[in-house]
C-alpha cells in the first residue's frame, strides 16, 4: 500500500481558497487517490477520488500531479462549515481503505 | 433514504460487561467495515464482511466479534476482553466494485 504524509493542521480565511497538500511518492499505476473529511463526532463524508487526470466537483477539485507522487484538494471558497480533519487515502479499488491522522482543516472568520 | 444507521448514538457500560452495537444499511451495498476512532487519531479496522456470512479480521480485531447473517445488519460486539474498549465506533458499507465508503454518524461507547 503506498503511504500519505498529510500536514498535520491547516488555516484558512473564510471566503478563500483552501490548498490541502498529500504525498504518496510510492503510488503505483492503478492505486486511487481519495479524499475524505470528518467533521467532529461525526462519520467521514467522500469528497472526490482520481487516477491520473484532474477531478472536480461539486465539492471541490483535485489536481494530481503528472508524475502521480502528490496531489493537493482544493475547496475553492472555504465556509466555516469546511473546518474538518481531512484524509488523503491511495488504494487499489477494492482494497480496504486505511484512515491515517489526516489535515485538520480551521476555517477562520 | 438510502443509508447506514447506528445506534445507540451514546453508550455507556461497566467495566466487564459485553457491548453489542448495532449498524443498519439500507443501500444494497454488499461489504460492511467497522472502525475504532481514538480522540486525535485516525480510523483503525476492526472487522469487515465482504459477503452474507463471512467476515474476516482487520487490524486491531482482538476483543472484538461479528455476525453477519443478514446483508443489511453487521452488528459489532465489543466483550470483555477487550481491555480499552472506550472509543468512538464507525460502521460503513461499501458496494462491491464501487470506490467509495458510505459511514454511519458513530457511536460513542463509554466504559466505566
Known amino acids: 500500500d503506498a503511504k500519505t504524509t498529510q500536514p498535520t493542521s491547516m488555516d484558512c480565511a473564510e471566503g478563500r481558497a483552501a490548498n490541502l497538500p498529500c504525498n504518496h511518492s510510492?503510488?503505483?499505476?492503478?492505486?486511487?487517490v481519495y479524499w475524505y473529511r470528518q467533521i467532529h463526532s461525526q462519520g467521514p463524508q467522500y469528497i472526490i477520488h482520481?487516477?491520473?487526470n484532474n477531478e472536480t466537483n461539486e465539492m471541490a477539485s483535485l489536481i494530481i500531479t503528472e508524475d502521480r507522487k502528490s496531489s493537493t484538494l482544493i475547496l475553492p471558497h472555504a465556509t466555516l462549515r469546511d473546518t474538518a480533519v481531512y484524509y488523503c487515502?491511495?488504494?487499489?479499488?477494492?482494497?480496504?481503505?486505511?484512515f491515517g491522522p489526516g489535515t485538520r482543516l480551521s476555517v477562520l472568520p | 433514504d438510502g443509508g447506514i444507521t447506528q445506534s445507540p448514538k451514546y453508550l455507556f457500560r461497566k467495566e466487564g460487561q459485553n457491548v453489542t452495537l448495532s449498524c443498519e444499511q439500507n443501500?444494497?451495498?454488499?461489504?460492511m467495515y467497522w472502525y475504532r476512532q481514538d480522540p486525535g487519531q485516525g480510523l483503525r479496522l476492526i472487522y469487515y464482511?465482504?459477503?452474507?456470512?463471512?467476515?474476516q479480521k482487520g487490524d486491531i480485531a482482538e476483543g472484538y466479534s461479528v455476525s453477519r447473517e443478514k446483508k443489511e445488519s453487521f452488528p459489532l460486539t465489543v466483550t470483555s476482553a477487550q481491555k480499552n474498549p472506550t472509543a468512538f465506533y464507525l460502521c460503513?458499507?461499501?458496494?462491491?466494485?464501487?470506490?467509495?465508503?458510505?459511514f454511519g454518524s458513530g457511536t460513542r461507547l463509554t466504559v466505566v
Open positions: 460503513a458499507s461499501r458496494h462491491g466494485g464501487a470506490v467509495g465508503y458510505t
Open positions: 510510492t503510488i503505483s499505476g492503478n492505486e486511487y
Open positions: 464482511s465482504q459477503i452474507v456470512n463471512d467476515f
Open positions: 443501500l444494497n451495498h454488499d461489504a
Open positions: 487515502i491511495v488504494k487499489l479499488d477494492g482494497q480496504n481503505f486505511v
Open positions: 482520481g487516477l491520473k
